[in-house]
């Protein structure tokens, strides 16, 4: 009676391995909120709302004695000052000049925690007492749907985003911090922080992000220099207005924008062919009468410069195209607007499945399928199937038929030659790999050929081309 042990490959984690490679970092060095979100032009112009009265004195027990209707500004600024810093933070905004959105203030709002009626407030002294110390203002985001695909990724709506102050912090007037803070030494700029965190009620998120949140160091002066850097020092000016980097991240957000779609694209989003095959691919934009220049990079080292453009892909390969547009408008002045738009991994080029393997003894008459098939190109593999037969070649009797598994272990029935055939298939055809063993049955070492190094997991990362590792037998 023979057995034989087989290690199963699961087609779930084929689509789980699948996602793994698709995600990709920023193309840039702006960074938008995670998760992404957005206002959708409906939106706009924007209601908001702020807890400033315009009257004196702001001091929380004022605020509270009015049920936090009245005085609620934060009270180490003058009177109508909160207020002001909004204004001024939103038209700070509007130097992404080709960036379009609009707010409107719709008056004095209670200084509450957080709405629940999806309008956007502005908020001071951290009413809702959550905010640790040391953070100077933070920003609470609703959001639902699906407002648009950037760059692949999904941007939910917004439905609010409140922006809250917190209490343990000296603010002071931007013209106090012009002036050195005479007025208040050490204090914060509130102008900036409002900026900052209105950046962030419109969806950008951190240049660069905190290290104690797993930010990387920061070294890039645009990038330290940007109003959406993480933190902001005591009496500090530069964040009150935006710089390169916050433009080109709030343009990407609601300025005009251009991606593309090809030919021979799958239900998962990419395109994928066998080569060689020939690729369509257009500019999708609505603002395309605004194009006058395109820069079309196909991954291969092929590229085009016209608006429609075809490319011929004649090498098995995973490829990322991306496209550059140049487009003119008056409201953006004379250099006019440039978008980069790339899709990673976009174009999937297959040819027919390149198959080996060879067979390590492990131990009495068992034996490790090693599989040495190339994998470099990530999906072109879908189906992989093995038989044994007995003698060799493939005329003597099937003794394991249809096996599916990326590296199987195959205990022969008894101490003889036997042929394994792997067949591997996709949608470049197939390939087939044939070893003869001339099964022994002897002690293995226990450990067999590096066996347990990985497991089924680990055998399909190794199909889908996610890692490149090769095992053999010494
Ligand atoms: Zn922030």
Redesign the pocket.
């Known amino acids: 009676m023979s057995t034989l042990q087989f290690r199963i490959v699961s087609a779930v984690g084929l689509a789980a391995a699948g996602v793994l490679l698709l995600s990709a970092g920023p193309a840039s060095a702006w960074t938008h909120l995670d998760p992404p979100a957005v206002w959708s032009p409906d939106d706009f112009p924007l209601p908001y709302w702020v807890a400033d009265d315009g009257t004196s004195p702001n001091t929380v027990e004022r605020c509270e004695a009015s049920n936090d209707l009245e005085g609620c500004c934060e009270e180490s600024v003058p009177t109508g000052y909160c207020r002001q810093a909004a204004e001024e933070g939103f038209t700070a905004w509007k130097a992404a000049k080709c960036a379009e959105f609009d707010v409107e203030y719709q008056g004095v709002c209670p200084n509450i925690d957080q709405s629940s009626d999806n309008k956007m407030y502005i908020t001071f002294n951290d009413p809702g007492n959550v905010m640790e110390v040391g953070v100077l203002a933070?920003?609470v985001p609703a959001s639902a749907g699906t407002a648009k695909i950037i760059d692949g990724r999904e941007y939910k709506q917004f439905l609010k985003n409140d922006i809250v102050f917190n209490k343990d912090v000296e603010f002071t007037t931007h013209e106090d911090a012009v002036n050195g803070c005479p007025n208040a030494p050490g204090a914060t700029n509130m102008r900036g922080v409002m900026t900052?965190?209105i950046?962030?009620s419109l969806g950008m998120g951190?240049s660069c992000e905190d290290p104690d949140k797993g930010g990387a160091p920061c070294t890039d002066p645009t990038l330290l220099d940007a109003t959406?850097f993480?933190t902001e020092g005591a009496c500090q000016t530069g964040a009150t207005e935006i710089n390169q980097d916050d433009i080109e991240g709030f343009t990407t957000l609601y300025g005009p924008y251009a991606s593309f779609a090809c030919s021979h694209q799958d239900t998962n989003g990419i395109s994928v062919g066998v080569v060689p095959f020939e690729l369509k691919c257009v500019i999708v934009s609505e603002y395309l009468s605004e194009i006058v220049e395109a820069e079309w990079n196909f991954g291969d080292g092929g590229t085009a410069t016209s608006i429609s453009a075809a490319h011929t892909y004649t090498e098995p390969g995973n490829y990322t195209i991306q496209l550059s547009v140049d487009g003119q408008r008056e409201a953006c002045g004379e250099e006019g607007w440039s978008n980069n738009f790339r899709r990673v991994g976009y174009v999937r080029a297959c040819g027919v499945p390149q198959a080996a393997f060879a067979a390590g003894h492990l131990d009495g008459l068992q034996y490790q399928m090693l599989n040495d098939s190339d994998v470099s190109v990530y999906g072109c593999i879908s189906n992989i199937q093995w038989t044994v037969y007995e003698g060799e070649g493939t005329g003597g009797k099937v003794i394991v038929d249809q096996l599916q598994a990326w590296e199987p272990i195959i205990d022969f029935p008894e101490a003889g030659r036997y042929t394994v055939v792997m067949n591997l298939g996709g949608i470049g055809g197939t390939g087939a790999a044939m070893v003869v063993v001339d099964a022994k049955n002897r002690r293995g070492e226990g450990r067999g050929c590096d066996v347990g190094s990985t497991g089924a997991a680990g055998g399909l990362a190794l199909a889908l081309g996610l890692l490149a590792i090769r095992r053999r037998c010494s």
């Open positions: 933070h920003m900052h965190e950046g962030h951190h959406m993480w």
